[in-house]
């Protein structure tokens, strides 16, 4: 069991996705999402590592394709019908032989969805998306970072060479807070790199 700590620098409700009772990271961070596996914990931090937004336990790692085809993360594709589905982040859509579609989405170009190559690149390049049914989401209502995790705190990147004894001191703060999404993103308007934010 390992843990990866890194910066959430847009926190918009699309990386990570934590609605329809999965919290799921598909986009951005394609290290932390080709490294980690099923049973490693994923904490994400404020700017400056300052509060805490959200911790998933991986539960799942799928490709893309699996990801797409899987019922149960139909209601992950982007959509204009709630704020929520805005912020869909199941929006590669396979087309055979390796290629894939890029949905109009959060990682689109404005004004009209177009696919952005970049962001396109970027997310691929991660190969999976990991998927946890055990998290903790605040988004905007994180509370600071505690004095017992401050091992967390991290700049660029992310970390994940943790001691034992400090995964397990989150693995108790974890077990002593209310599982689930419990707060909303900080960022429901446009951002500079999530552009697409109304849709």
């Not at 959200?54 to 982007?78: G, I, Q, S």
């Not at 989401?137 to 970390?159: K, M, N, Q």
Request: charged share 25%; hydrophobic share 30%.
């Amino acid at each position: 069991m390992r843990l990866f700590s890194y910066i959430v620098r847009h926190d918009s409700g699309f990386a990570p996705n934590p609605f329809q009772g999965y919290c799921t990271l598909a986009a951005c961070k394609p290290k932390i999402r080709q490294e980690a596996d099923i049973g490693d914990w994923v904490v994400g931090l404020s700017a400056r590592g300052v509060r805490v937004v959200y911790a998933m336990k991986v539960d799942e790692k799928l490709d893309f394709a699996a990801y797409w085809h899987d019922h149960r993360f139909h209601c992950k594709r982007p959509s204009t019908a709630t704020r929520e589905q805005r912020r869909g982040d199941n929006i590669y859509e396979p087309l055979g032989n390796g290629q894939f579609r890029q949905l109009p989405s959060l990682h689109s170009k404005p004004p009209f969805g177009d696919e952005d190559p970049q962001s396109m690149s970027q997310d691929l390049s991660g190969k999976y998306v990991l998927v946890a049914r055990d998290f903790v989401y605040f988004g905007a209502d994180g509370p600071p970072v505690p004095a017992e995790l401050e091992f967390l705190r991290v700049g660029r990147g992310h970390r994940c060479h943790f001691k034992p004894e400090e995964l397990q001191e989150l693995l108790e703060w974890v077990d002593g807070q209310r599982l689930g999404r419990l707060g909303t993103p900080a960022h429901y308007r446009q951002t500079k790199r999530c552009n697409r934010g109304e849709l």
